[in-house]
């Protein structure tokens, strides 16, 4: 079974930075991608950066240039450098891991229990 870890979460102001991480435990088949995506209250879950299994990134329009993904090689970890955090940025964030059980059916969603990012004004 799956299980993610976070941490890295807190208050901090306008303009500074915090920095997630992401440890996962347990073993899939084929792992597609690792990343990160928040809710804000009232608000719908909404991706903020992806990185694949071939390293390639994807990040919402809202944090490009401010945040930024990684990972270690074994997809073991993903971590979310984010930088000149804004109000707006208020959320819980959720880690997330894609990727196969098993050769047969289809890919799974797997989701950490969320740690919140508080930034003030």
């Known amino acids: 079974q799956v299980q993610l870890v976070e941490s890295g979460g807190g208050v901090v102001q306008a303009g500074g930075r915090l920095r997630l991480s992401c440890t996962r435990s347990?073993?899939?088949?084929?792992?597609?991608?690792m990343g990160w995506y928040r809710q804000a209250p009232g608000k719908e879950r909404e991706l903020v950066a992806q990185v694949t299994s071939g390293q390639s990134t994807n990040y919402a329009d809202s944090v490009k240039g401010r945040f930024t993904i990684s990972r270690d090689i074994a997809m073991n970890t993903v971590h979310l450098q984010m930088n000149s955090l804004e109000p707006e940025d208020t959320a819980v964030y959720y880690c997330n891991v894609r990727g196969y059980a098993s050769m047969r059916g289809s890919f799974d969603d797997y989701w950490g229990q969320g740690t919140q990012v508080t930034v003030s004004s």
């Open positions: 347990g073993s899939l088949f084929r792992l597609i991608a």
